[in-house]
Structure formats: structure tokens, C-alpha cells
């Protein structure tokens, strides 16, 4: 197509070919960005449409606000630590994730598990993520006082040390001024309505804008 043309045309018009498919290249790649969400009941949006789950809420926010990212929620009722971390490889192959958020650990308290257990399987997510390159924020929650005060503070405090051990971003509490108010919890006292969920994102929102950039 381009032998009759100067050997400078030629060269010329290639050029702008090379530049042309490394701008489409670089746009397909901006579009992939992905948050993997690595979550429980809290976050698969347990007894309420899961339009209104904070996950979805987040990928409503952040193509309003312009952010080429999008949301994968990996999130499963009834997860624990340790079945989180035995989908963790494959999710992350799977959606190839820029930011990984993990809220697990909820299950393995509220069924008296091991901490100790519990800080491996984290530890072992979080190790993974920073191995593919993706950022981590990490959820963290409380336990209600009649499990014992050495163990709920024990169960709170594991996550802001894995967060300083591997110098992520935390949220410390992600039910913080959600999980007093009844109005804001399901009948069956441990989730989060509807209507909290705009209040989550808000939780979440500051600790995760920073990883966007």
C-alpha cells in the first residue's frame, strides 16, 4: 500500500501508526483497572437488593467521578479468612486486580476461631496482592463485648497490625457509628440495612481515594 510513496512518507506514516497503537494500547489498559473486592456477608450484600450494596455503590461513584476503574465483588456470605484465601489466587488471576480491598474476618470471630489462624490467612492475601502489584486496603472490624474483652480486642487489634506490618491502608472499623444504631441493622442484628450503605462508602471512600492515583 505505502510502495509508492517516499521512503520519508513512509517512515512518517508508520511512526504515527506506532504512536496510534500505543495510545489505544494505553487506553485499553486505563479501562482494565480493577478493585477486587475480597469480602463477606457485609460486602455480597446479605438481605437487601444488591443494587444498593456498597460495592455497587462504590462502581456507581467512581464512573460518576471520572475513575477508570471498576469493581469486581468477590464478596461471599459466610466467608471466612480461610475460605477467602483459598479462591484468593485464582480471583486475582481472574480479574488482574490495580487495588485489591479485603474485608474478611468478621465469620472467624463471630465463631470464635484462631486469631492466630485468622492474621495467617490475611497475611497470606495481603502477601499475595503486593506479589501481583496490586494495592491493599484493608476493612477492619470489631467484635461485640459478649465474646470476651481479651479476645475482641485482641480480634480488633490484628488488623491494624497487619496493616502497619505491611504498610497498607486501613479502615479500622468499617461499621463505625453504623453498628450502635439499630435502625441501621437488620432484624437480625449483625447487618447493615440499605440505608446504611451509602454510609460504608463513606467509611471506605477516604482510605481507598489515595490507591486511585
Not at 487495588?99 to 470464635?112: H, K, Y
Request: charged residues 20%; positive net charge; hydrophobic residues 45%.
Amino acid at each position: 500500500m505505502l510502495h509508492g510513496f517516499p521512503l520519508i512518507w513512509r517512515s512518517a506514516f508508520l511512526r504515527r501508526c506506532a504512536t496510534l497503537l500505543a495510545a489505544l494500547l494505553c487506553c485499553a489498559t486505563a479501562h482494565a483497572a480493577g478493585i477486587l473486592v475480597m469480602g463477606d456477608s457485609l460486602s455480597a450484600g446479605y438481605g437487601i437488593d444488591q443494587q444498593k450494596a456498597w460495592p455497587t455503590l462504590l462502581g456507581a461513584k467512581l464512573q460518576r467521578e471520572g475513575y477508570r476503574h471498576t469493581v469486581h465483588n468477590a464478596s461471599i456470605s459466610g466467608e471466612t479468612t480461610a475460605g477467602g484465601r483459598s479462591r484468593f489466587t485464582a480471583e486475582l488471576a481472574r480479574t488482574r486486580p490495580e487495588i485489591v480491598i479485603l474485608e474478611l474476618g468478621a465469620n472467624d470471630g463471630l465463631r470464635g476461631l484462631s486469631l492466630k489462624a485468622m492474621n495467617e490467612n490475611l497475611d497470606a492475601m495481603i502477601s499475595a496482592a503486593k506479589a501481583s502489584r496490586a494495592k491493599v486496603l484493608l476493612l477492619g472490624m470489631r467484635m461485640p463485648p459478649n465474646l470476651g474483652q481479651a479476645y475482641t480486642q485482641k480480634f480488633h487489634a490484628s488488623f491494624a497490625d497487619l496493616a502497619k506490618t505491611h504498610k497498607i491502608a486501613l479502615v479500622p472499623f468499617l461499621l463505625d457509628g453504623i453498628a450502635t444504631r439499630r435502625e441501621l441493622i437488620q432484624a437480625d442484628g449483625l447487618h447493615p440495612t440499605a440505608e446504611a450503605q451509602p454510609m460504608i462508602l463513606d467509611i471506605v471512600w477516604p482510605a481507598l481515594k489515595p490507591l486511585l492515583k
